[in-house]
C-alpha cells in the first residue's frame, strides 16, 4: 500500500491508459475505526492497494474480496463490516447479502462497523470493425459517444476520408491486447471478406458477427472449411448482424448492430421493472 500516492491523479493516469481497478470510498464509521469516513483507496486486479487507506486488516478481506468480484461483473457493491454482535442483531450472517448491502465481520477489539462502497473502473468496452464499407463507418461515428473503445482495421486505401477512430489499422490486424470486453463486427461487403473473417476468428471476443445475408456467409463458409478452418470456429459469427429493426441505410444498419450489442453488454445490470413486467 502506497498511501503516498495522490488516489485522484493516479485514478486519473489509470483511466486515461484505460486499465481496471477499484475505487474503494469509506462511506460511514460507527465507533473506534482505523480510517474514517471521506478515506479511498484503489485497489488493482491483482489485489494490490496501490494507493491510500481504507483501515487495516480489520477491512481489508473483505473489501478485497469485494473489489475481485466488482470487477468480474463490472457491479458496484457496498460492504459493511460490523461486529459479529451486531449482525446478530440484523439477523444477518457475513457474506450475506441483504437490500444491496454485503455484510462482513469485524474481528478486531475495536469492534467498529465500517460501510465501503466498491466501485469498478473498467476500459471503454472495445468495438473491433473490420471493413471499410459505409455501414463499417457509420458504426465507428455512432459508437464512440456511446462509450466504445473503437478500432478500425482495414486497407487505407479503401478509404477517401481516414474515419476518426480510436486505433485505425491498415489492415486486417488488429491490436487486441485492449483489457475489455470485446465486440468484432465484420464489414466488408465484398472488399476482403476472406481475409477479415479470417481475423476476425483469431479474436477473443463475446459477439462476432458479419454484415451480410446468411446466403453469403454460407457461401464464405464453405470457402473457408476447404481451406481447413474448423466449421465450429467459423460458426461463432452469426449472419446477419444486428436486430431485425427493418434498417435500410448504412447508419440504420449501424444502429440495429449497436442496439444489438448494448443488450449483450447490458445483460443482467438491469433490474427489471415489476410494474411494468405486469
Known amino acids: 500500500m502506497t498511501a503516498h500516492v495522490d488516489v485522484l491523479d493516479l485514478m486519473s493516469r489509470l483511466k486515461a491508459a484505460e486499465e481496471p481497478f477499484v475505487l474503494a470510498t469509506v462511506v460511514r464509521t460507527v465507533s473506534v475505526t482505523a480510517a474514517k469516513a471521506g478515506a479511498k483507496a484503489i485497489i488493482r486486479p491483482d489485489g494490490r492497494i496501490e494507493a491510500g487507506w481504507i483501515g487495516g486488516g480489520c477491512a481489508r478481506g473483505a473489501t478485497l474480496k469485494a473489489a475481485r468480484e466488482a470487477l468480474a461483473d463490472g457491479q458496484s457493491r457496498l460492504v459493511s463490516i460490523q461486529p459479529e454482535n451486531l449482525l446478530e442483531e440484523l439477523g444477518v450472517k457475513p457474506g450475506e447479502d441483504r437490500d444491496g448491502i454485503n455484510f462482513a465481520r469485524n474481528m478486531c477489539p475495536s469492534r467498529g462497523t465500517m460501510d465501503i462502497f466498491v466501485e469498478p473502473v473498467l476500459p471503454k468496452p472495445g468495438l473491433v470493425v473490420l471493413g471499410s464499407s459505409p455501414v463499417a463507418q457509420a458504426l465507428v461515428e455512432q459508437a464512440r459517444p456511446l462509450g ?6 482495414a486497407p487505407l486505401a479503401h478509404f477517401d476520408a481516414m474515419p476518426e477512430a480510436d486505433e485505425l489499422v491498415d489492415g486486417f490486424a488488429p ?9 468484432v463486427i465484420v464489414s466488408t461487403q465484398g472488399k476482403g471478406d476472406e481475409a477479415a473473417l ?22 464464405l463458409r464453405e470457402k473457408l472449411t476447404a481451406q481447413g478452418i474448423a466449421a465450429e470456429a467459423i460458426d461463432r459469427v452469426k449472419a446477419p448482424a444486428g436486430l431485425d429493426i427493418g434498417a435500410i441505410t448504412p447508419e440504420e444498419i449501424a444502429l440495429s448492430i449497436l442496439a444489438e450489442i448494448t443488450v449483450e453488454r447490458r445483460r443482467g445490470q438491469r433490474i427489471p421493472d415489476i410494474s411494468l413486467a405486469k
Do not use: N
Not at 466504445?148 to 482495421?153: D, F, I, M, Q, R
Not at 481475423?199 to 458479419?210: G, M, N, P, T, V
Open 198 to 219: 479470417k481475423a476476425a476468428l483469431a479474436i477473443d471476443a463475446e459477439y462476432h458477427r458479419f454484415v451480410g445475408s446468411r446466403r453469403k456467409m454460407a457461401s
Open 175 to 183: 491490436d487486441t491486447s485492449h483489457q475489455a470486453r470485446r465486440f
Open 148 to 153: 466504445y473503445h473503437v478500432t478500425l482495421a
